[in-house]
């Protein structure tokens, strides 16, 4: 089988973040063959669509490049405010533009999320869901993944025993999703 | 009557924004004593917790504005079917810290401005919902979802003949409810 390269957008930008600590495990439990590309979101200017008309920043640039070289994205987020974060949305509005140059496009995607709370960024994932139907990015419906964090849930950098299976269905599911795309 | 501070939020920092102009063009319908704050979000840091209570300038500069308003206007394109991510970083930094968020118990009121039919209604339902979870009380109608089109706002930046009288409810119902909780 081919290899495939999954970028991974964590929609929180905090030196700790919950979301961040769970994507690194969940990377960990991809098959052999499958790589994880994280994704940086916050060093981007804000969106500003007079920028369009000129050759992006630097980091926009290398955004849309990491974006168009992957065979899918899935998106790891928490919640702010019943949604997801603006840095998150703001890094999604950059490798949708310019108009018509969307780099989404196509790319096969999944939702998770890791919250304190016990709706696990369910609202959150709703509105990112609303986002990457419009941007044409069929999604993994199941397994939902919504995440409340504990104690033990990321223990030395892996999932904790008690939820590999959980997450491993996951991984499976998506990557075998991002396969039938790929064709 | 008191003298009303209206904080306006346009979504967009694009310079010939559709959005700005339809704001500033509602705000000429308003009575004299009301005045408008047209907020800047394109020179905020973005949103990280690991800054709560160490505000940049920037943020500090926000969160002194929406404080001495009495009630936020947020216009709003509508970017990939949501809110614009500036937008709503703006709105995640006034939130925080936990507990000390400038925008709860203010009124509010929330309109979609495009160029397509959808009229941002899209951008407003998720704008709706984020505004609840911070505890704004959100004027419910008239809806406003503006289908931008040439006349729509005149060369003299006044909402154009055909919708003054549309736009003169919304702006007098806004008023009304700001006035309720000033």
């Known amino acids: ?183 | 009557m008191k003298p009303l501070r209206i904080a306006v939020v346009v979504g967009s920092i694009r310079q010939d924004s559709y959005s700005r102009r339809f704001a500033q063009a509602l705000a000429r319908l308003a009575p004299d004593d009301v005045k408008f704050d047209f907020i800047r979000i394109d020179d905020l840091p973005h949103y990280n917790q690991d800054h709560d209570g160490h505000d940049a300038p920037e943020t500090q500069r926000l969160k002194r504005a929406i404080e001495a308003a009495d009630g936020v206007l947020f216009v709003t394109p509508e970017y990939s079917r949501s809110i614009p991510g500036v937008l709503k970083n703006a709105l995640d930094l006034g939130a925080r810290p936990y507990g000390q968020s400038r925008w709860a118990g203010k009124p509010a009121a929330a309109v979609g401005v495009s160029p397509g039919a959808m009229a941002g209604s899209m951008a407003v339902q998720h704008l709706r919902n984020v505004l609840a979870a911070m505890d704004m009380r959100t004027l419910a109608g008239p809806e406003m979802y503006i289908h931008w089109q040439d006349g729509l706002v005149d060369a003299e930046g006044r909402v154009g003949e055909g919708s003054r009288a549309f736009a003169q409810r919304f702006m007098d119902t806004f008023i009304d409810w700001v006035r309720r909780f000033a």
């Open chain 1, 1 to 183: 089988m081919s290899t495939l390269n999954i970028a991974v957008v964590v929609g929180s930008i905090r030196k700790d973040s919950y979301n961040r600590q769970f994507a690194e495990a969940l990377a960990r439990q991809f098959p052999a063959g499958v790589t994880a590309t994280f994704i940086r979101i916050d060093d981007l200017p804000l969106y500003c669509q007079d920028d369009d008309a000129n050759p992006p920043a630097p980091a926009v640039a290398r955004l849309r490049q990491e974006i168009k070289a992957a065979d899918g994205v899935l998106f790891v987020t928490p919640e702010y405010n019943r949604s997801m974060p603006g840095v998150l949305k703001n890094a999604i509005d950059h490798a949708s533009r310019p108009w018509g140059q969307s780099v989404w496009a196509g790319k096969p995607a999944g939702v998770v999320g890791v919250s304190v709370g016990a709706a696990g960024t369910a609202m959150a994932q709703q509105h990112l869901r609303n986002v990457l139907s419009y941007l044409a990015m069929p999604q993994l419906g199941q397994p939902e993944m919504f995440i409340q964090w504990k104690d033990g849930l990321v223990e030395g950098g892996r999932i904790g025993a008690a939820s590999q299976a959980f997450v491993q269905k996951f991984v499976d599911a998506f990557v075998g999703w991002v396969r039938r795309q790929a064709g």
